[in-house]
């Protein structure tokens, strides 16, 4: 465990880059799991265009959609596949590359403080001269870098898989979707980073995150189909993620409403390490 612990920053004009704060050294720790991500994202939407212009040709395919239920129509807009931005929504911007992103986001986040206070390495951190607030403040950027990467990743393949296949798929409509996908790993990510540090419990850092983003799907399907339910549904993080389209819709006031989560998570984050104890190695 050792080669974990973080030299404190400037006490050593020789040490590496990437070891000389919080932030750099939480980078550092989960750039081998970006790339890896990145190549599966890149992977994924590279196969689902790949499959657009066989989709795009079939015979009578209007016909085929005019025949789907109702409640799938609404749910994925399946009427919109016959174009190439509401394909790649249907495919991917809509149920796929969501949970993705939560994945990642929230188990990063769990990670981050209960993850290293499991493996007893959080309070050889805590004794340096860095504040409770700074940590969680670098950690929480990290996480937010973390995410953006994969987001910029797939917003380039995503342009490159468009103007090779001609998918129709411009900047904005490409921007569009891959911001409510980082919006929304992040929100969520940094929840699980909440819940780690007020429990220092991995497993209630994952549950608790993992929880309220199902309780948020439900929230946003049931708004769909069910008309009662419709004044409560923009409270879902998923319905301001996703109703615009994503991909195609545009930059909508409902990302103001996920940045402001993550701002709003963020600050009540800040404050939870200093009301417990903190667990020693075992």
């Given at each position: 465990?050792?080669?974990?612990?973080?030299?404190?920053?400037?006490?050593?004009?020789?040490?590496?880059?990437?070891?000389?704060?919080?932030?750099?050294?939480?980078?550092?720790?989960?750039?081998?799991?970006?790339?890896?991500?990145?190549?599966?994202?890149?992977?994924?939407?590279?196969?689902?265009?790949?499959?657009?212009?066989?989709?795009?040709?079939?015979?009578?395919i209007e016909k085929l959609f005019s025949q789907y239920p109702?409640?799938?129509?609404?749910?994925?807009?399946?009427?919109?596949?016959?174009?190439?931005?509401?394909?790649?929504?249907?495919?991917?911007?809509?149920?796929?590359?969501?949970?993705?992103?939560l994945v990642h986001a929230i188990g990063r986040g769990a990670r981050l403080v209960a993850g290293e206070?499991?493996?007893?390495?959080?309070?050889?951190?805590?004794?340096?001269?860095?504040?409770?607030?700074?940590?969680?403040?670098?950690?929480?950027?990290?996480?937010?870098?973390?995410?953006?990467?994969?987001?910029?990743?797939?917003?380039?393949?995503?342009?490159?898989?468009?103007?090779?296949?001609?998918?129709?798929?411009?900047?904005?409509?490409?921007?569009?979707?891959?911001?409510?996908?980082?919006?929304?790993?992040?929100?969520?990510?940094?929840?699980?980073?909440?819940?780690?540090?007020?429990?220092?419990?991995?497993?209630?850092?994952?549950?608790?995150?993992?929880?309220?983003?199902?309780?948020?799907?439900?929230?946003?399907?049931?708004?769909?189909?069910?008309?009662?339910?419709?004044?409560?549904?923009?409270?879902?993080?998923?319905?301001?993620?996703?109703?615009?389209?994503?991909?195609?819709?545009?930059?909508?006031?409902?990302?103001?409403?996920?940045?402001?989560?993550?701002?709003?998570?963020?600050?009540?984050?800040?404050?939870?390490?200093?009301?417990?104890?903190?667990?020693?190695?075992?």
């Amino acid at each position: 465990m050792a080669s974990r612990v973080m030299p404190l920053p400037g006490t050593d004009p020789g040490t590496p880059f990437l070891l000389r704060s919080v932030y750099l050294k939480s980078l550092r720790d989960v750039r081998h799991g970006l790339v890896g991500w990145s190549i599966g994202i890149a992977l994924l939407v590279i196969t689902e265009s790949l499959i657009w212009p066989s989709f795009r040709d079939m015979p009578d395919i209007e016909k085929l959609f005019s025949q789907y239920p109702d409640y799938m129509q609404r749910l994925f807009d399946v009427s919109a596949m016959t174009s190439g931005i509401g394909f790649i929504n249907s495919e991917l911007f809509t149920l796929m590359l969501p949970v993705l992103f939560l994945v990642h986001a929230i188990g990063r986040g769990a990670r981050l403080v209960a993850g290293e206070e499991e493996d007893g390495t959080l309070d050889v951190l805590l004794v340096t001269p860095l504040s409770t607030t700074r940590i969680l403040l670098e950690k929480a950027a990290a996480l937010v870098t973390g995410v953006f990467a994969l987001g910029l990743v797939l917003y380039v393949v995503t342009m490159t898989c468009s103007l090779s296949i001609g998918m129709g798929i411009g900047p904005l409509d490409a921007l569009s979707g891959c911001l409510s996908m980082v919006l929304l790993g992040s929100e969520f990510g940094l929840i699980a980073l909440a819940a780690g540090a007020a429990t220092g419990r991995k497993s209630l850092a994952v549950a608790v995150p993992a929880a309220l983003a199902v309780a948020a799907y439900v929230l946003y399907v049931a708004g769909l189909l069910v008309t009662s339910v419709d004044p409560w549904q923009h409270l879902s993080p998923m319905e301001q993620a996703l109703a615009s389209g994503p991909l195609g819709g545009g930059l909508p006031l409902d990302f103001l409403w996920l940045a402001l989560g993550c701002a709003v998570v963020t600050v009540a984050t800040l404050p939870m390490l200093d009301r417990r104890d903190i667990a020693a190695p075992g």
